[in-house]
Every structure is written in structure tokens, then in C-alpha cells.
């Protein structure tokens, strides 16, 4: 490893960074098979070699895996970090940077900054740093940081403001940072100046490690790295919007990147459930266990709004978008499954809003100021409706299980035989699904045995 780690290693959009994407010249030679690229590959330490196609050839091709070993680390419980190696050997970097801005332009001439694609490049971008950092040693590590930060930051006094968009798209919290004055402190001598006096009964610096140390300089360096690369994507939609005709390779790249998004879904999102795959699918009401057929009902008495919000919201979500999220045990985020939005649009939102309006009163009439709230346990923050831009704002929350049913809205456990071995709505309605389907496949293979007598 490098003595010194080059800054454009953690942040592409830095000085170096323009430097290196200046240098490349010829923007065909991106697709071309590239010598330099792949020895630094083979010689990565702990790089898995024994196929060619963990290898990238080109420019084009590392872009490609960039994204892939996101995909993969996030969704894949099988991922193996020695496909990826490459991707944290210091020595990639003037190769990484170009890729790093293909992937954005891709993504920026082709979705816009308020797509999937771009909240994954984003979050990507992210990852890729908390890991690299991770693979530093502590001197390099506070070192690359401070660098960073410095260049990113040019005055001493920053105001709060100065992360606004950061607190605002939630990417940072206010109470993560330490406050003096409308003023964030993040240097340990200004910390010291200021609270040395006030702080009594344990050593001032003690406190600054607990309080800020390198994790909040980390935390604070990395969110605004994932800001600016958000603000570029940005800006090359902006341009592209003007440019009538955009870059083929950058076209073909972006249909590539929603093909490794889609593919990481399908392979690696739905695993085993009863006796067979729990895929998503149109719902089938009939499969619902007895609680949640009383919401849909309405709601007559009491506990109108959390049936319809805390409960039912999720058990539709994930019945209908991720109905195996506690035998995959992989968070994930609405757009992962559903990237356009459409079938919660389509088919998640009126079956809720339907039982909201069977209510007495109608929920949203009574109270429509409860949307922001629905909209809210969707994942897409304290908004009206959903939106790409604001997801991750808030979690997409999992479906009650039967305990806190009975414990927070019993009047909704009526339990039938069915209850009997499951701990969660949501495998209620698996296991009905899968007996179903399993009755008719029966159904079906009597009725052609009939046929041929
Ligand atoms: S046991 Fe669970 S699934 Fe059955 S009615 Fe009660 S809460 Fe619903």
C-alpha cells in the first residue's frame, strides 16, 4: 500500500480527481481493453482470479463492477469480497475515478437525479468509502480525512447552515454534531479552545473523542462526498436536458447499471419459503389472515389509525412488494423492488386508502394530515406521497408481528386454525399462498388426469 493514499482514492470530485479525468484524453478509449488496468486487478492481494469475468477489461467494465459489488454486498448473502478486491487497492484509483464519473454521467443523462439508479450510485459511493477507509491503516485513515475535510470545508467558522441540504434530505442528523454558537465543531483545537474551561471532572480531550473524534469527521466527510456526487448527477441532467444527443456509451452503460440492479433483485432477493420461492405477486385477499381482513373491513370503534397506519400499511407493502423479508433477512428499500413505483402506486396504496375510507369515520377525511404519516412508515419520509428523491428519509417498516398485534390492538386477533404455527400476519398469508397454489397445481393435475380417461 501507497505511504500516501491519493484524496481522489475516497473522494472522485476532488482536485486530483479533475486532474486524472483531464488526463484520460480520447473518451472512446474508456470501452478499450486496457493492459495497466488489469495487471493492478490481478495483482490485488486477495483477488479471485479463477474466472475472466471477475476481471475488468476496460474503463466501462469497472464501472460496471463498482456498482455490481454494491448490489451484491447489500443483497447477496453469499457475496464473496475477494471478487472485488481490486476495488480497494489504492493503486486503482486513476482508473476508479473515471469510472466513477462514467457511472454518473450514465445515470445522469439517462434517469435524472430523482431515480433508483441514482439513489444507488449515491449510496454506492458511500459504501465504497466507509470500506476503503476501513482497509486504511489509522494514520492514512485521519490523515486522508482531515485532508478531505479541509478541502471541502474552507472556513473555521461553519455555521450549521453550511449543511443544510445535509440535514434536510436527513443524510445528517444536527444531533450527531456538537453545536457552539450556531457554529459546528469538528477540529479538536477549537473544540479544546472552547470547552476546555467548561469541562469539569474529566480530561477535555477524553471528551472531544467521545464527543467528535474521527468518527463524526468520517461520518460528516463521507455524507458530503454522497451530497456533491448527488449535486453532479444533478448537473449532468441539467446539461443532457440542453444536448440533443447523448453519448451512446454513456446510454448503453445506464441500461447496464439498471440490469445489474434488477438482476442483484431477482437472484439474490427472494429465497426459500414454504416448500418453494415466496415471490411477490398481485395479492390475493383470500389468503389474508383473520387481522388483517377485519382492517380491510374498516375500522368501526377504536384503534382507526394505527390498524390502518402502524398495521396495515406494512403488511401490505411487504405482502405485496417483499412478502419474504424475514426468511431473507436483507433490509431493503421499496425502489429495490418496485423501482418506478407504479405498483405501489397502482396497487398498494388503494387497497390501504380503501380500508382507510371503509373506517367510521374515514380516516383521511377525519384526518388527512395522517398521509404524511402512512407515507412515512413507506419509507418516504414525513412527505404527502411517495417520491424517489425522498426515500430513505424514513424506514420501510416491517409487518407487526401476532404479539404486538395482541398486545397493541387486540380487538384485531381472532385467531383461526391456520394461526396456530405462525409468529407474524406476513407468514399467515405466505403459508396461504403456497397452499393455495399447492391445492390448485393438485386441482389442475386431477382435472387433465380426467381428461385423458
Ligand atoms: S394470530 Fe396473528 S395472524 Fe392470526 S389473527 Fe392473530 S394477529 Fe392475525
Given at each position: 500500500?501507497?505511504?500516501?493514499?491519493?484524496?481522489?482514492?475516497?473522494?472522485?470530485?476532488?482536485?486530483?480527481?479533475?486532474?486524472?479525468?483531464?488526463?484520460?484524453?480520447?473518451f472512446?478509449?474508456?470501452?478499450?481493453d486496457?493492459?495497466?488496468?488489469?495487471?493492478?486487478?490481478?495483482?490485488?492481494?486477495?483477488?479471485?482470479?479463477?474466472?475472466?469475468?471477475?476481471?475488468?477489461?476496460?474503463?466501462?467494465?469497472?464501472?460496471?463492477?463498482?456498482?455490481?459489488?454494491?448490489?451484491?454486498?447489500?443483497?447477496?448473502?453469499?457475496?464473496?469480497?475477494?471478487?472485488?478486491?481490486f476495488l480497494?487497492?489504492?493503486?486503482?484509483?486513476?482508473?476508479?475515478?473515471?469510472?466513477?464519473?462514467?457511472?454518473?454521467?450514465?445515470?445522469?443523462?439517462?434517469?435524472?437525479?430523482?431515480?433508483?439508479?441514482?439513489?444507488?450510485?449515491?449510496?454506492?459511493?458511500?459504501?465504497?468509502?466507509?470500506?476503503?477507509?476501513?482497509?486504511?491503516?489509522?494514520?492514512?485513515?485521519?490523515?486522508?480525512?482531515?485532508?478531505?475535510?479541509?478541502?471541502?470545508?474552507?472556513?473555521?467558522?461553519l455555521?450549521?447552515?453550511?449543511?443544510?441540504?445535509?440535514?434536510?434530505?436527513?443524510?445528517?442528523?444536527?444531533?450527531?454534531?456538537?453545536l457552539?454558537?450556531?457554529?459546528?465543531?469538528?477540529?479538536?483545537?477549537?473544540?479544546?479552545?472552547?470547552?476546555?474551561?467548561?469541562?469539569?471532572?474529566?480530561?477535555?480531550?477524553?471528551?472531544?473523542?467521545?464527543?467528535?473524534?474521527?468518527?463524526?469527521?468520517?461520518?460528516?466527510?463521507?455524507?458530503?462526498?454522497?451530497?456533491?456526487?448527488?449535486?453532479?448527477?444533478?448537473?449532468?441532467?441539467e446539461?443532457?436536458?440542453?444536448?440533443?444527443?447523448?453519448?451512446?456509451?454513456?446510454?448503453?452503460?445506464?441500461?447496464?447499471?439498471?440490469?445489474?440492479?434488477?438482476?442483484?433483485?431477482q437472484?439474490?432477493?427472494?429465497?426459500?419459503?414454504?416448500?418453494g420461492?415466496?415471490?411477490?405477486?398481485?395479492?390475493?385477499?383470500?389468503?389474508?389472515?383473520?387481522?388483517?381482513?377485519?382492517?380491510?373491513?374498516?375500522?368501526?370503534?377504536?384503534?382507526?389509525?394505527?390498524?390502518?397506519?402502524?398495521?396495515?400499511?406494512?403488511?401490505?407493502?411487504?405482502?405485496?412488494?417483499?412478502?419474504?423479508?424475514?426468511?431473507e433477512?436483507?433490509?431493503?428499500?421499496?425502489?429495490?423492488?418496485?423501482?418506478?413505483?407504479l405498483?405501489?402506486?397502482?396497487?398498494?396504496?388503494?387497497?390501504?386508502?380503501?380500508?382507510?375510507?371503509?373506517?367510521?369515520?374515514?380516516?383521511?377525511?377525519?384526518?388527512?394530515?395522517?398521509?404524511?404519516?402512512l407515507?412515512?412508515?413507506?419509507?418516504?419520509?414525513?412527505?404527502?406521497?411517495?417520491?424517489?428523491?425522498?426515500?430513505?428519509?424514513?424506514?420501510?417498516?416491517?409487518?407487526?408481528?401476532?404479539?404486538?398485534?395482541?398486545?397493541?390492538?387486540?380487538?384485531?386477533?381472532?385467531?383461526?386454525?391456520?394461526?396456530?404455527?405462525?409468529?407474524?400476519?406476513?407468514?399467515?398469508?405466505?403459508?396461504m399462498?403456497?397452499?393455495?397454489?399447492?391445492?390448485?397445481?393438485?386441482?389442475?393435475?386431477?382435472?387433465?388426469?380426467?381428461?385423458?380417461?
Amino acid at each position: 500500500m501507497n505511504i500516501m493514499v491519493s484524496a481522489a482514492f475516497i473522494n472522485p470530485l476532488s482536485d486530483e480527481g479533475e486532474i486524472i479525468v483531464r488526463e484520460l484524453g480520447d473518451f472512446e478509449r474508456v470501452l478499450s481493453d486496457n493492459d495497466d488496468l488489469m495487471q493492478i486487478v490481478t495483482e490485488s492481494r486477495s483477488q479471485e482470479l479463477s474466472d475472466d469475468s471477475l476481471i475488468p477489461h476496460n474503463y466501462v467494465d469497472l464501472a460496471i463492477k463498482r456498482i455490481e459489488w454494491y448490489a451484491k454486498k447489500k443483497n447477496d448473502r453469499n457475496f464473496d469480497h475477494k471478487q472485488y478486491d481490486f476495488l480497494f487497492n489504492t493503486e486503482i484509483v486513476k482508473f476508479d475515478v473515471i469510472a466513477f464519473y462514467l457511472l454518473c454521467q450514465a445515470v445522469g443523462v439517462k434517469y435524472g437525479p430523482n431515480s433508483r439508479e441514482s439513489r444507488v450510485m449515491v449510496e454506492s459511493q458511500g459504501k465504497l468509502i466507509e470500506n476503503r477507509l476501513g482497509k486504511l491503516s489509522k494514520n492514512e485513515r485521519g490523515e486522508i480525512v482531515t485532508n478531505i475535510l479541509n478541502s471541502l470545508i474552507s472556513t473555521t467558522h461553519l455555521k450549521w447552515t453550511f449543511f443544510e441540504d445535509l440535514i434536510s434530505t436527513k443524510k445528517l442528523k444536527l444531533h450527531d454534531l456538537i453545536l457552539d454558537k450556531g457554529e459546528i465543531i469538528l477540529d479538536r483545537e477549537d473544540f479544546l479552545e472552547r470547552f476546555s474551561n467548561k469541562i469539569q471532572g474529566r480530561k477535555p480531550e477524553k471528551m472531544y473523542e467521545a464527543l467528535i473524534g474521527d468518527r463524526i469527521k468520517e461520518l460528516v466527510m463521507i455524507k458530503m462526498v454522497m451530497q456533491n456526487t448527488e449535486n453532479y448527477i444533478l448537473k449532468v441532467g441539467e446539461i443532457s436536458e440542453r444536448e440533443i444527443e447523448p453519448n451512446p456509451i454513456l446510454l448503453k452503460l445506464a441500461d447496464k447499471i439498471s440490469e445489474v440492479l434488477a438482476a442483484s433483485v431477482q437472484s439474490y432477493g427472494f429465497g426459500s419459503g414454504y416448500g418453494g420461492s415466496v415471490k411477490a405477486s398481485v395479492l390475493n385477499p383470500k389468503a389474508f389472515p383473520p387481522c388483517v381482513k377485519k382492517v380491510m373491513e374498516g375500522m368501526k370503534s377504536g384503534g382507526r389509525n394505527d390498524a390502518i397506519i402502524m398495521f396495515l400499511t406494512p403488511f401490505i407493502s411487504y405482502a405485496r412488494l417483499y412478502p419474504s423479508v424475514f426468511s431473507e433477512n436483507v433490509t431493503k428499500q421499496i425502489s429495490d423492488v418496485d423501482p418506478t413505483l407504479l405498483i405501489v402506486q397502482n396497487e398498494v396504496l388503494p387497497l390501504i386508502f380503501g380500508a382507510a375510507e371503509r373506517c367510521s369515520p374515514p380516516l383521511f377525511e377525519d384526518q388527512p394530515q395522517d398521509k404524511v404519516n402512512l407515507n412515512a412508515k413507506l419509507g418516504f419520509g414525513m412527505h404527502q406521497k411517495p417520491e424517489l428523491k425522498n426515500e430513505g428519509e424514513t424506514t420501510w417498516y416491517t409487518p407487526m408481528s401476532c404479539e404486538k398485534v395482541k398486545i397493541h390492538l387486540p380487538s384485531l386477533c381472532k385467531p383461526d386454525e391456520n394461526c396456530k404455527k405462525i409468529g407474524n400476519p406476513l407468514s399467515y398469508y405466505n403459508r396461504m399462498i403456497w397452499k393455495v397454489k399447492k391445492e390448485s397445481k393438485a386441482e389442475s393435475a386431477a382435472e387433465q388426469k380426467d381428461d385423458k380417461r
